[in-house]
């Protein structure tokens, strides 16, 4: 009896000192809660976009053939308790809210159907650079803790090749030549004939994912490809 206890005490004793605190909000976390508290995940701006096909996520990235579904699952708007927590696990070091976000995608998509025949998930890269001086990458936590849930491998088949800057502030055509020659696909024909879903942190203009599904189809022609991304900004 004493065994469970006193571990109990004492986890209630730190506590009081160093609480378990919501990375949205700031709030302690009740019992059960894990990173996120139950209010927040409720507050999500959620786009239901999984939910009907085609939405404005399969519009940005429609003009690429081989993709056949998008979604996006949240909206993203600055300074928002969302917002906040792209922008933690993306720069402030914290791997294991992106791997909790993705855990939440799962959770929210895997009864929704849009998971049905997707044989991997294949993460879109950084570049080695960044990905040392960040420590991770955090579209490939998201990935694991999608697969987790839905029990879908994750593939590391894109990479970068070179580093490039980031798209911020950049004009469609800018960011078009930003990402010019970009990535590339090891072991093509892991992904030819296979449907797989690509998966992002934030969509805005979607030339991200264009690039990565149009060296996809390119180098393996008879891959079907879903994307999805946590967020994307609101359509104009």
């Given amino acids: 009896m004493m065994k469970g206890v006193v571990p109990s005490m004492l ?8 609480p378990d605190v919501c990375r949205l909000c700031g709030g302690h976390l009740s019992d059960g809660e894990k990173m996120i508290c139950n209010l927040c995940r409720y507050r999500l701006p959620a786009t239901g ?25 949240f909206y993203y708007v600055r300074d928002t308790p969302l917002a906040r927590g792209i922008h933690d696990f993306k720069y402030n070091h914290q791997p294991s809210l992106a791997l909790e976000f993705g855990r939440e995608m799962g959770r929210r998509i895997a009864t929704s159907g849009f998971m049905y025949g997707i044989d991997m998930i294949v993460p ?9 001086r960040r420590g991770y990458n955090q579209v490939e936590l998201l990935a694991e803790g999608l697969g987790e849930i839905c029990s879908v491998p994750v593939v590391r088949s894109l990479y970068a090749r070179r580093a490039h800057g980031t798209q911020t502030g ?41 690039a990565c599904a149009r060296v996809i189809g390119m180098l393996a022609p008879t891959c079907r490809i879903s994307v999805l991304t946590l967020a994307c900004t609101m359509p104009s």
């Fill in 49 to 73: 976009y999984h939910r009907r096909i085609p939405n404005p996520m399969l519009d940005r990235l429609g003009a690429e053939r081989n993709v056949v579904q998008a979604a996006a699952l």
């Fill in 11 to 18: 986890r209630g004793i730190l506590q009081l000192f160093v």
């Fill in 170 to 210: 950049k004009t469609p055509e800018q960011r078009k030549r930003n990402l010019e020659g970009v990535f590339s696909l090891r072991n093509p024909e892991e992904l030819d004939g296979r449907h797989i879903l690509l998966i992002d942190d934030v969509c805005t203009t979607g030339s991200t994912l264009r």
């Fill in 124 to 132: 879109v890269p950084v570049h080695f650079l960044r990905r040392m």
